[in-house]
């Protein structure tokens, strides 16, 4: 391993948790540095943070990237797919990304998955987490992985803000099926907390990272629909109905709201740790400070990300 030059790189520094960690990392006196998709787009740290474009398909070019950094934060990952970004792409990326760090000796590597991923899994979100934290274990290099469950808070905030959203612009809320399967929200800043912790580890490790409240969705929904002061009806609805009216929401809104499989993984309870939680800041009591600016316009993924 190379001595510390005080230099690390955050994949997406100018996305939701990678901005988080970014700014953690820069107030704390490390240089950043960011791959991403879009350099050139307008951002807070943009002026803090060396950008420069994910080159996976260059593996000499994605080393010299990595020359010279200590930590590598990785929060590379596809929500869905969506033209030729697909998940058997992002599988491929992310050993490329892994082979790279190992290259350029990279101190370790802080890379950042899903609550309860697994191999065997029929979402293949879940499946794809689990098969690129087997590569990131097969790397050689040294790794924390943190597992976020329901990642809230923040000035880009998506599903908190578009529950809120829906509440105070449509006529209806639809819970997919009975309401009660778990969720349990970590706050962003918590898991930018909790990747800086993990990365000064002496081994390997695997973690969580989940809240300090765990509820079931209906009451975090009835929690979000009185923060807003909304008065739209809550109703029950079976998730295949669910699903459509998740598309048709988004032909108006101009993208994807949630997926047949995200829902399938709500309604799984498949949001929540089996550990301890790290997080600190309780989704209540943040609510309570932030609902009233919750939901005044839509936080679109697909203009964020392509």
Not at 168 to 197: K, S
Not at 280 to 295: K, M, T
């Amino acid at each position: 391993m190379t001595p510390d030059t005080g230099l690390d790189l955050v994949t997406g520094a100018f996305s939701y948790s990678g901005s988080a960690i970014a700014e953690r990392l820069l107030d704390s006196g490390r240089a950043v540095r960011t791959l991403t998709l879009h350099p050139e787009r307008r951002h807070p740290l943009q002026r803090r943070v060396q950008a420069r474009r994910y080159r996976f398909e260059d593996p000499a070019a994605l080393a010299r990237d990595l020359e010279g950094v200590g930590t590598l934060y990785n929060t590379y990952w596809v929500r869905f797919d969506h033209g030729t970004t697909t998940f058997a792409t992002a599988i491929a990326n992310s050993r490329a990304l892994f082979d790279a760090a190992r290259r350029a000796r990279v101190q370790r590597v802080v890379h950042l998955s899903i609550a309860n991923p697994s191999a065997e899994s029929e979402l293949p979100y879940y499946r794809g987490k689990a098969i690129v934290e087997r590569a990131l274990a097969e790397a050689g290099v040294p790794y924390s992985i943190v597992r976020p469950t329901w990642i809230f808070g923040g000035d880009r905030d998506v599903l908190t803000n578009n529950i809120a959203w829906i509440l105070r612009h449509m006529p209806m809320f639809a819970l997919p099926g009975r309401g009660r399967y778990p969720v349990q929200p970590v706050h962003v800043e918590d898991l930018a907390r909790i990747c800086l912790q993990v990365a000064q580890a002496d081994h390997d490790l695997t973690v969580d990272a989940a809240g300090p409240e765990t509820m079931p969705f209906e009451e975090l929904v009835r929690l979000v629909r009185r923060a807003v002061r909304s008065t739209s009806p809550i109703l029950h609805v079976p998730p295949v109905a669910m699903a459509y009216m998740s598309r048709a929401l988004g032909v108006i809104v101009r993208d994807v709201v949630l997926t047949p499989e995200e829902i399938r993984g709500l309604t799984a309870g498949l949001l929540v740790s089996h550990q301890p939680p790290l997080g600190r800041i309780a989704f209540s009591e943040w609510l309570a400070e932030n609902g009233p600016s919750l939901g005044r316009s839509y936080a679109n993924e697909l203009q964020r990300h392509f």
